[in-house]
């Protein structure tokens, strides 16, 4: 936690925990513990609350669509409203605390979703594909990908230090 900040000691513990994902599932053979990609190993603390929330829902659609039928794919309710299905097809977020969802509704119309991290809630949904002739669309792996690959980017500028961008010979 920055200096400057006064925690209680559960929020000072809560910000310097390494992420670890436990899920169990009934009748699945599933690992308990999952294996945390590099972009998620990282303390809390070190993201803002929106790239935090983004990393963690791209962890989980991945892991969700991991478990669809070829013939599925992910969509997402929005809980405690009736907004409908949002299918999946872009998520970002803007720092500090705004994290969006970029989609189709089931008529076939644009649709855009964008929430407070502290109002975040979501259920994910498999659907059918929309076009049955091509294959499923997996967003998850896509972003996961897109995902490690800033992570690169932003390990590589951290070498490199604050200064690297604006000197001159």
């Known amino acids: 936690m920055p200096?400057?900040?006064?925690a209680t000691a559960a929020e000072a513990l809560e910000a310097e925990a390494l992420p670890r994902l436990r899920e169990v599932h009934a009748g699945e053979d599933r690992p308990a513990d999952a294996v945390l990609p590099p972009?998620?190993?990282r303390p809390a603390d070190a993201k803002t609350p929106a790239r935090?929330?983004?990393?963690?829902?791209i962890l989980?659609?991945?892991?969700?669509?991991?478990?669809?039928d070829a013939d599925?794919?992910?969509a997402m309710a929005m809980t405690g409203g009736h907004s409908g299905v949002l299918?999946?097809?872009?998520?970002?977020?803007?720092d500090?605390?705004?994290v969006t969802f970029y989609g189709t509704d089931p008529s076939?119309?644009?649709t855009q979703l964008i929430q407070h991290v502290t109002q975040l809630s979501v259920i994910l949904r498999a659907l059918p594909r929309q076009r049955p002739e091509e294959p499923a669309e997996r967003i998850g792996f896509r972003l996961a990908r897109e995902l490690e690959e800033t992570e690169e980017e932003d390990d590589a500028a951290a070498q490199r230090g604050p200064d690297a961008a604006g000197e001159t010979s």
């Open 72 to 74: 599925q794919e992910v």
């Open 3 to 6: 200096d400057h900040v006064i």
């Open 108 to 110: 076939g119309a644009k």
């Open 60 to 68: 989980y659609i991945q892991r969700f669509e991991q478990a669809l």
């Open 52 to 57: 935090w929330a983004y990393e963690r829902l």
């Open 87 to 94: 299918r999946i097809e872009g998520m970002g977020y803007f």
């Open 39 to 41: 972009a998620l190993r």
């Open 96 to 98: 500090p605390d705004i």
